[in-house]
């Protein structure tokens, strides 16, 4: 019988090591490169308050921008998804529901600012007009209007002279024929 009997290796519990990443760990370098771009707004008021009771409260009013940084909630570490600038269209005190206009994608959103701050969400107030978190303007810059304009060319009588468009007179495409 010691004719049958079979080897078995032992099993080593050994890292191989071909050059390839694991998924988690590859997970971890993609989430770090994306907190790289994750905006700063700690330095922004914050939009949700208690108030004498209590209760939480929305300080914007609709018509207003708000800004709100989500995160995966149902993730290890809650990572971070996107910080987003929204338009307050309508607002529920009771229950905590806000319907949102996302101007970069042109389309509504809504949140929950209740909820929101229990999963981890952050709420922020825009305090000056112009701020805009996401995407970036698409399209030709405008003009500079700080630069000088050219003179302005006047004749004898100090009437503005027409500028001439077109051709030169007396200048056409000659032929090799009539320049020999």
Do not use: C
Request: no cysteine; charged share 35%.
């Amino acid at each position: 019988m010691e004719d049958s009997e079979t080897i078995v290796e032992p099993i080593s519990n050994e890292i191989i090591d071909n050059g390839e990443v694991d998924e988690v760990t590859r997970a971890a370098q993609l989430e770090a490169a994306k907190a790289t771009n994750k905006p700063m707004i700690d330095h922004l008021p914050d939009a949700v308050e208690k108030d004498e009771f209590g209760m939480l409260t929305l300080l914007a009013r609709p018509g207003e921008k708000i800004i709100i940084e989500r995160v995966a909630s149902v993730l290890l570490n809650k990572p971070w998804l996107d910080t987003k600038t929204y338009v307050i269209n309508t607002i529920d005190a009771a229950s905590g529901d806000v319907n949102l206009w996302d101007d970069d994608l042109k389309r509504f959103a809504q949140t929950n600012y209740i909820k929101g701050l229990q999963v981890g969400y952050r709420f922020k107030l825009v305090t000056h007009k112009g701020m805009q978190i996401g995407k970036k303007k698409r399209g030709r810059p405008k003009k500079n209007p700080t630069v000088e304009p050219k003179p302005v060319e006047l004749d004898t009588n100090g009437q503005q002279v027409k500028k001439k468009r077109g051709r030169p007179p007396r200048v056409k495409n000659k032929s090799k024929d009539a320049a020999a």
